[in-house]
């Protein structure tokens, strides 16, 4: 399962059906969980957890230490859930002392070839980052977020749940949930519809979401106002909570 030209230090844990292809480096402090794949030419640098099915290609990178100038060598983590994969040429670093130390990665995500997942960027379930996306220091992603290719995500940006991103699209501002936006810098062009239509929600709970999106984003209300009206429409469609909720978190201002 393991070639014999890889290269593993001694200190690290991989579970028996593990596969680590050949010129692969696998460094210390390192946790590879039941079922990981792993091809050649990758390197994974610890402290760094990875855990069950996931498969990383060839060329990645897995918890280096981050570009931030700041950082000196202090210990600090990376944290991969269940059933990911990295593609060619992905990278992603670990955390910082100035957050929480911890760059975190939940279960069932695609990263597609030459993303890049910065120091300290919290990512959530069944997210698509597509090709050359980068997703810059602090970063917090939330579940079912498609990120088109070449995005661009300024640091300390908030991606609500069940948003999309087209390709090319610089993100200076926070995106509430399942708000489609596009271009540089990045503007809304309504709801991910299209996804939510592919995940089950039914026909009521869309249109209650178009009749959301219109309170928000086209009637000249601030995001206070909107929220106040939101409020009394999440009785009938509690889904609203979500959009609610990525609206009273957002720190920089949403994308307008």
Not at 9 to 28: F, K, N, Q, R, Y
Request: aromatic share 6%.
């Amino acid at each position: 399962m393991i070639d014999p030209r890889a290269i593993i230090d001694p200190s690290a844990v991989l579970a028996d059906d593990v596969e680590v292809g050949p010129w692969t480096v696998i460094g210390a402090n390192v946790e590879i969980g039941s079922g990981t794949v792993i091809s050649s030419h990758v390197v994974v640098k610890g402290p760094t957890t990875i855990g069950n099915n996931n498969r990383i290609f060839q060329f990645a990178s897995i918890g280096e230490d981050c570009q931030d100038k700041k950082f000196a060598g202090e210990h600090t983590r990376l944290e991969i859930g269940d059933n990911n994969v990295f593609r060619e040429g992905v990278t992603v670093h670990r955390g910082t002392v100035q957050d929480k130390g911890l760059t975190s990665i939940g279960n069932d995500n695609l990263f597609m070839a030459y993303s890049h997942v910065a120091h300290d960027a919290v990512l959530g379930n069944n997210i698509v980052v597509a090709n050359s996306t980068a997703i810059a220091g602090h970063v917090h992603v939330g579940d079912w977020v498609i990120l088109g290719g070449l995005t661009g995500i300024h640091q300390f940006c908030k991606i609500g749940p069940h948003s999309m991103t087209g390709a090319h699209s610089m993100v200076v501002k926070d995106i509430p949930a399942f708000v489609l936006v596009s271009g540089n810098p990045a503007s809304s062009h309504g709801m991910n519809y299209e996804g939510l239509k592919r995940r089950g929600y039914t026909k009521d709970t869309i249109n209650t979401l178009r009749k959301a999106y219109k309170l928000v984003f086209r009637q000249g209300n601030t995001v206070t106002q909107s929220v106040v009206e939101l409020e009394k429409m999440v009785k009938d469609e509690p889904i609203l909570k979500l959009l609610i909720d990525s609206l009273t978190s957002s720190t920089r201002g949403i994308v307008r």
